[in-house]
């Protein structure tokens, strides 16, 4: 750093999009390869050509005045060329071990093309299924995100940065974008610095304490400051309270739009702003080169730009990109690995959540397919789609190709079975003619069963897709009930990248499987799960509403001083004891499918619960040094296996918190863990409630436990369970 002129140091700062611009290595002065001999490009993205990328490596480390590597990065968010169910998928597996393998074979798949920083994990907390980036992360709950923020990061980063396996990974969008006013993409944000502390800070405090190299700024104002140019969230909360020693990128474009937010009037400000604030590299605009006349103008300090550029250099040294900068330009492979297609199945098959499982004609459950079923109709115009498959955000590198649709898998279990199999779209996602419904409905009645395959496209949730309606697209749910007047059991297979607001469509459904964008397994992941081979155990991250006007709705809310409870919603209030009440005139408060729920195709139950005490002391939980502090309380409760099939158990531990100096959600997930049981077999699940699970920043605004009498509860989701009390003391 000491041996940088200033035009070195600010090329540091400097990320350019390869896709977009210039016109790539070996094309004369114009080239990336140029660029970076001149030291004017710290990283690259969107390039994923070895040659290309030695090509520009070998220009910054040979010809380059002090011989300091290129950073190369991608989005990769679920996969690189093995493509796993889309990241709300990967949570609803509420499995953070195999969301950290997953991480871990996209490491090793980019990281061998040259890439070696993710734009991913995306941590961003999201209660409003309206908002597309929802298909991006974890759903609506801190604990949660908290838990797949850390999986994600140490599967990236692994054991070791530096191995050439790891890549380096960057939490975004920080912070706040999730709650984008209206579900709108990029709208701004206002909240009270409890609800920024409590919700959506503590899933980037996750990532950052495991080892996080990098955070991307977000796009959207919070608090009327862009996220981009916040001192208080870059500076004060990341660098001050967290320790942060990585670097802040911004957002694809992020610092030119200061001056549309209205606090730059020229790209000079803008990135005197955003660099002062906190934002290390700026990407793609290119505004930081303004940062050199700043600096010798005393508008920005020559020791700002040394530290951006410090800790840029910082994360190139930890990555080894120094001592070992070129990528082996080895053939790609032309099939994906066969433990990688294992594992994507597998984590297919733990995302499926089933909502619906009602008795067919015979009286079972429609799920999983009995033998009695010979015919089987397909319909629906996500059957054979292989690219939908992959979803929103799947890299360059991932191809249809490698996708097995729910049709070919279908066919070949039933030409295995000796099961007949029709075939008939229907319709397509967004149509509206009704040309192809005859073909369908003639295929459901000569079927004993029908499986439709229905839902968004894998493009319609993601970066600007926000939806105002949240129905099936196009005329998806009057094919439905074409279908369903035929008579026969009718399971859905439903593909989302978000809540979809299904109440006119359920009763329609003899079953539903919700199953997101399940990568490139998706069709054997299915087929197994239809026919039993895999029993469903995804559950639900986000809550699926009754009605758009419901939005946003999450299960963590406040109470209200006028609770609805214990009065009839379903029908318009008609007298003053029923109108006055935090309550719709026209639809239950209620959720269609709350948060933390999914079926199985066995049963569990759950026994009393038992406490290890029913008193803790706030004040020895808040004084004592940690290794000192009073035991934390033991809540547990048998869950037992009450079915005929083995199956997995998502069992989780809520809390509410009463009496305090701050109104406490009406509960909140402490704790979790997936059991797998026998048929007849029970488990005593424990969990521990201690100062980390019980702490809430209070009235003060300090991250303390409080006198409280709590709630616990531990059952299958957040709107049931077992339940007992304790009390926090002074």
Same mark, same amino acid.
């Given at each position: 750093?000491?041996?940088?002129?200033?035009?070195?140091?600010?090329?540091?700062?400097?990320?350019?999009?390869?896709?977009?611009? /210039?016109?790539?290595?070996?094309?004369?002065?114009?080239?990336?390869?140029?660029?970076?001999?001149?030291?004017?490009?710290?990283?690259?993205?969107?390039?994923?050509?070895?040659?290309?990328?030695?090509?520009?490596?070998?220009?910054?480390?040979?010809?380059?005045?002090?011989?300091?590597?290129?950073?190369?990065?991608?989005?990769?968010?679920?996969?690189?060329?093995?493509?796993?169910?889309?990241?709300?998928?990967?949570?609803?597996?509420?499995?953070?071990?195999?969301?950290?393998?997953?991480?871990?074979?996209?490491?090793?798949?980019?990281?061998?093309?040259?890439?070696?920083?993710?734009?991913?994990?995306?941590?961003?907390?999201?209660?409003?299924?309206?908002?597309?980036?929802?298909?991006?992360?974890?759903?609506?709950?801190?604990?949660?995100?908290?838990?797949?923020?850390?999986? @994600?990061?140490?599967?990236?980063? $692994?054991?070791?940065?530096?191995?050439?396996?790891?890549?380096?990974?960057?939490?975004?969008? @920080?912070?706040? @974008? $999730?709650?984008?006013?209206?579900?709108?993409?990029?709208?701004?944000?206002?909240?009270?610095?409890?609800?920024?502390?409590?919700?959506?800070?503590?899933?980037?405090?996750?990532?950052?304490?495991?080892?996080?190299?990098?955070?991307?700024?977000?796009?959207?104002?919070?608090?009327?400051?862009?996220?981009?140019?916040?001192?208080?969230?870059?500076?004060?909360?990341?660098?001050?309270?967290?320790?942060?020693?990585?670097?802040?990128?911004?957002?694809?474009?992020?610092?030119?739009?200061?001056?549309?937010?209205?606090?730059?009037?020229?790209?000079?400000?803008?990135?005197?702003?955003?660099?002062?604030?906190?934002?290390?590299?700026?990407?793609?605009?290119?505004?930081?080169?303004?940062?050199?006349?700043?600096?010798?103008?005393?508008?920005?300090?020559?020791?700002?730009?040394?530290?951006?550029?410090?800790?840029?250099?910082?994360?190139?040294?930890?990555?080894?990109?120094?001592?070992?900068?070129?990528?082996?330009?080895?053939?790609?492979?032309?099939?994906?690995?066969?433990?990688?297609?294992?594992?994507?199945?597998?984590?297919?098959?733990?995302?499926?959540?089933?909502?619906?499982?009602?008795?067919?004609?015979?009286?079972?459950?429609?799920?999983?397919?009995?033998?009695?079923?010979?015919?089987?109709?397909?319909? $629906?115009?996500?059957?054979?789609?292989?690219?939908?498959?992959?979803?929103?955000?799947?890299?360059?590198?991932?191809?249809?190709?490698?996708?097995?649709?729910?049709?070919?898998?279908?066919?070949?279990?039933?030409?295995?079975?000796?099961?007949?199999?029709?075939?008939?779209?229907?319709?397509?996602?967004?149509?509206?003619?009704?040309?192809?419904?005859?073909?369908?409905?003639?295929?459901?009645?000569?079927?004993?069963?029908? /499986?439709?395959?229905?839902?968004?496209?894998?493009?319609?949730?993601?970066?600007?897709?926000?939806?105002?309606?949240?129905?099936?697209?196009?005329?998806?749910?009057? /094919?439905?009930?074409?279908?369903?007047?035929?008579?026969?059991?009718?399971?859905?297979?439903?593909?989302?990248?978000?809540?979809?607001?299904?109440?006119?469509?359920?009763?329609?459904?003899?079953?539903?499987?919700?199953?997101?964008?399940?990568?490139?397994?998706?069709?054997?992941?299915?087929?197994?799960?239809?026919?039993?081979?895999?029993?469903?155990?995804?559950?639900?991250?986000?809550?699926?509403?009754?009605?758009?006007?419901?939005?946003?709705?999450? @299960?963590?809310?406040?109470?209200?001083?006028?609770?609805?409870? $214990?009065?009839?919603?379903?029908?318009?209030?008609?007298?003053?004891?029923?109108?006055?009440?935090?309550?719709?005139?026209?639809?239950?408060?209620?959720?269609?499918?709350?948060?933390?729920?999914?079926?199985?195709?066995?049963?569990?139950?759950?026994?009393?619960?038992?406490?290890?005490?029913?008193?803790?002391?706030?004040?020895? /939980?808040?004084?004592?040094?940690?290794?000192?502090?009073?035991?934390?309380?033991?809540?547990?409760?048998?869950?037992?296996?009450?079915?005929?099939?083995?199956?997995?158990?998502?069992?989780?531990?809520?809390?509410?918190?009463?009496?305090?100096?701050?109104?406490?959600?009406?509960?909140?997930?402490?704790?979790?863990?997936?059991?797998?049981?026998?048929?007849?077999?029970?488990?005593?699940?424990?969990?521990?409630?201690?100062?980390?699970?019980?702490?809430?920043?209070?009235?003060?605004?300090?991250?303390?436990?409080?006198?409280?009498?709590?709630?616990?509860?531990?059952?299958?989701?957040?709107?049931?369970?077992?339940?007992?009390?304790?009390?926090?003391?002074?």
């Amino acid at each position: 750093l000491k041996q940088m002129t200033l035009e070195e140091k600010v090329g540091q700062l400097i990320q350019r999009d390869a896709g977009g611009g /210039l016109t790539g290595p070996g094309r004369g002065g114009s080239g990336w390869d140029a660029l970076a001999a001149r030291g004017e490009v710290g990283s690259l993205f969107n390039l994923t050509n070895p040659p290309w990328i030695n090509a520009v490596q070998k220009a910054a480390v040979e010809k380059s005045r002090l011989h300091v590597p290129v950073l190369f990065g991608l989005d990769v968010i679920h996969g690189f060329r093995t493509t796993f169910p889309v990241p709300l998928g990967m949570a609803a597996t509420w499995d953070p071990e195999i969301v950290e393998r997953a991480a871990r074979i996209a490491a090793r798949e980019a990281s061998a093309a040259g890439i070696r920083w993710t734009f991913s994990p995306m941590v961003d907390i999201a209660r409003d299924a309206r908002w597309g980036r929802i298909v991006e992360g974890a759903g609506e709950d801190p604990y949660l995100g908290a838990s797949i923020a850390r999986s @994600y990061v140490r599967g990236y980063e $692994g054991a070791r940065l530096d191995a050439p396996d790891s890549i380096a990974a960057c939490a975004k969008h @920080y912070v706040a @974008y $999730g709650a984008a006013e209206g579900g709108r993409d990029y709208n701004t944000v206002d909240m009270s610095e409890r609800a920024l502390r409590q919700v959506y800070l503590p899933p980037f405090k996750a990532a950052v304490d495991a080892g996080a190299a990098t955070l991307m700024s977000a796009f959207n104002a919070l608090n009327e400051v862009p996220a981009s140019a916040n001192a208080f969230t870059l500076t004060e909360v990341l660098r001050n309270e967290w320790k942060f020693r990585g670097f802040v990128v911004s957002d694809y474009g992020a610092i030119r739009e200061l001056s549309p937010h209205g606090i730059a009037l020229d790209p000079a400000t803008a990135a005197r702003k955003a660099f002062l604030a906190g934002v290390d590299m700026d990407m793609e605009d290119g505004l930081y080169s303004n940062l050199v006349e700043l600096a010798r103008s005393g508008a920005v300090p020559e020791a700002a730009i040394d530290e951006g550029a410090r800790r840029i250099l910082r994360v190139k040294f930890a990555l080894g990109l120094f001592d070992h900068p070129y990528v082996e330009e080895a053939p790609r492979p032309a099939t994906v690995k066969a433990e990688y297609r294992e594992l994507a199945r597998k984590a297919a098959e733990e995302s499926f959540v089933l909502l619906k499982n009602d008795p067919a004609s015979n009286g079972a459950p429609a799920l999983p397919i009995g033998r009695n079923v010979r015919t089987i109709a397909l319909i $629906g115009p996500l059957a054979d789609s292989a690219r939908d498959m992959l979803g929103s955000w799947s890299t360059s590198e991932s191809s249809p190709k490698d996708v097995v649709t729910l049709r070919a898998a279908l066919a070949e279990r039933c030409a295995s079975d000796q099961l007949k199999l029709l075939y008939a779209p229907g319709t397509t996602v967004r149509g509206e003619s009704e040309s192809g419904f005859a073909e369908a409905v003639d295929a459901a009645r000569q079927a004993d069963l029908v /499986l439709m395959a229905l839902g968004e496209e894998g493009t319609m949730s993601g970066e600007a897709n926000s939806r105002t309606r949240l129905d099936l697209p196009g005329n998806q749910e009057q /094919l439905l009930s074409a279908v369903a007047a035929a008579g026969k059991p009718v399971v859905v297979v439903l593909f989302s990248g978000r809540p979809l607001m299904l109440t006119s469509a359920l009763p329609h459904m003899t079953a539903l499987l919700l199953v997101w964008f399940p990568g490139i397994e998706a069709g054997p992941a299915m087929v197994r799960t239809l026919f039993g081979d895999a029993n469903p155990s995804g559950r639900l991250t986000v809550t699926f509403p009754r009605a758009v006007g419901q939005e946003p709705l999450y @299960y963590n809310a406040l109470n209200t001083g006028r609770p609805a409870e $214990g009065i009839d919603l379903t029908h318009p209030p008609r007298n003053a004891g029923e109108r006055y009440h935090s309550r719709y005139i026209d639809e239950l408060n209620t959720p269609l499918f709350p948060f933390g729920y999914g079926l199985s195709y066995t049963r569990f139950t759950y026994s009393p619960l038992t406490l290890s005490a029913t008193r803790l002391s706030a004040r020895a /939980l808040n004084s004592a040094p940690s290794g000192e502090r009073p035991a934390p309380l033991r809540v547990s409760a048998e869950v037992k296996n009450t079915g005929d099939r083995a199956g997995e158990e998502v069992v989780q531990l809520y809390i509410r918190e009463r009496g305090t100096s701050v109104a406490r959600p009406v509960r909140e997930l402490k704790g979790f863990e997936r059991v797998h049981l026998g048929p007849g077999e029970s488990e005593r699940v424990e969990f521990t409630l201690g100062r980390e699970e019980l702490k809430f920043w209070n009235i003060d605004m300090k991250d303390v436990v409080e006198p409280a009498m709590v709630t616990v509860w531990i059952g299958p989701n957040s709107a049931e369970g077992s339940e007992a009390e304790f009390e926090i003391t002074e």
